[in-house]
């Protein structure tokens, strides 16, 4: 690569990461309104048009305020799990299938399973290193949650990736011009989407940050900064996951405004069940991934198995 093009790709990089922590700030707005209108209230609506800048003033407020570092708590663990949360929510973003400019790998989907997977590191050692008996309880509850979860996600993905035979995500554009996936795999695709909400630790499946139960879970000993890096890491992701649903089952013909139109619209399908749906109860959210969601994936991909070998 000569020196013009990685400078090039490096500024495309730090163009997209602005761009994915300005998404972020809008996120949080868009879910505030919602709520409110959901909760018949009006939400944000003094800083700016209508609230229009709302978010910068959470952000100034989170940023400015007072550190705070427990005593007996494992400090450099402690310090750096928010900043390694927050890089690998936005090296995630690295994997987005660009038609130029950026790059894209031709492996990216085995990619983002590993990606995927090392979020529940930050999860572990965040709470771990907290010292407290809140936070740990917390983390170990979130991490059986995603692990449990990306199990069965890791086979509903495998049998959209049956219909391509390919691991580059720049495909399922071409393969979908003439018709979507999702309306092919309408099973698989809401599946997928209730999984997406386990794996963000989104209402109603939030046990890791279960309020009224664990007083904030395993960010707990998080305040100012260090919370604010954790909440821009998990909205992120949530950023993510809707383009990669979108991606799977809702793009067509090519990346248009269209389609980060159905990104945002994925987006505030998580926000709607937030304000729609209560919180499971915890043994009821584990028998949903091991008894209903892994059986129906495990016998979904064996039938496709079977059918391509026709």
């Known amino acids: 690569m000569q020196l013009n093009d990685l400078i090039l790709y490096i500024f495309n990089m730090f163009i997209l990461m602005i761009g994915v922590l300005v998404g972020v700030a809008f996120l949080t707005l868009l879910e505030r309104?919602?709520?409110?209108?959901?909760?018949?209230?009006?939400?944000?609506?003094?800083?700016g048009i209508n609230g229009i800048i709302q978010p910068f003033s959470d952000a100034i407020k989170l940023f400015s305020k007072e550190y705070y570092l427990p005593l007996k708590s494992n400090f450099l663990f402690f310090l750096f799990c928010p900043i390694f949360s927050l890089g690998l929510s936005l090296m995630v973003w690295l994997l987005m299938p660009?038609?130029?400019?950026?790059?894209?790998?031709?492996?990216?989907?085995?990619?983002?399973?590993?990606?995927?997977?090392?979020?529940?590191?930050?999860?572990?050692?965040?709470g771990w290193s907290s010292n407290s008996n809140y936070a740990l309880l917390g983390s170990l509850r979130a991490i059986v949650q995603t692990i449990s979860y990306e199990v069965s996600l890791i086979f509903l993905f495998l049998c959209v990736i049956l219909?391509?035979?390919?691991?580059?995500?720049?495909?399922?554009?071409?393969y979908q011009k003439n018709m979507m996936f999702f309306f092919l795999m309408m099973p698989i695709a809401l599946s997928i989407f209730?999984?997406?909400?386990?794996?963000?630790?989104?209402?109603?499946?939030?046990?890791?940050?279960?309020?009224?139960?664990?007083?904030?879970?395993?960010?707990?000993?998080?305040?100012?900064?260090?919370?604010?890096?954790?909440?821009?890491?998990?909205?992120?992701?949530?950023?993510?996951?809707?383009?990669?649903?979108?991606?799977?089952?809702?793009?067509?013909?090519?990346?248009?405004?269209?389609?980060?139109?159905?990104?945002?619209?994925?987006?505030?399908?998580?926000?709607?069940?937030?304000?729609?749906?209560?919180?499971?109860?915890?043994?009821?959210?584990?028998?949903?991934?091991?008894?209903?969601?892994?059986?129906?994936?495990?016998?979904?991909?064996l039938f496709l198995c079977c059918l391509f070998m026709l």
Do not use: H
């Not at 309104?33 to 800083?47: A, E, S, T």
């Not at 790059?103 to 999860?123: P, Q, T």
């Open 33 to 47: 309104k919602v709520l409110g209108y959901i909760q018949f209230r009006k939400g944000p609506n003094k800083l």
């Open 194 to 301: 209730s999984s997406m909400l386990a794996e963000c630790n989104r209402t109603p499946f939030d046990f890791s940050e279960g309020e009224s139960e664990l007083v904030s879970g395993f960010n707990i000993e998080y305040g100012g900064s260090e919370f604010a890096l954790i909440f821009l890491a998990e909205y992120s992701m949530i950023l993510f996951m809707s383009l990669i649903f979108v991606l799977f089952f809702l793009s067509f013909k090519s990346l248009s405004v269209i389609f980060f139109l159905k990104v945002v619209m994925v987006g505030f399908g998580f926000i709607w069940v937030r304000g729609t749906l209560p919180r499971f109860r915890y043994d009821k959210l584990m028998y949903l991934t091991w008894k209903i969601y892994l059986p129906f994936s495990l016998n979904y991909f």
């Open 98 to 126: 660009y038609l130029e400019g950026l790059g894209f790998l031709s492996l990216g989907f085995l990619m983002f399973l590993c990606f995927l997977s090392l979020g529940v590191y930050m999860i572990m050692m965040a």
């Open 163 to 174: 219909l391509i035979m390919d691991f580059n995500l720049i495909n399922l554009i071409s």
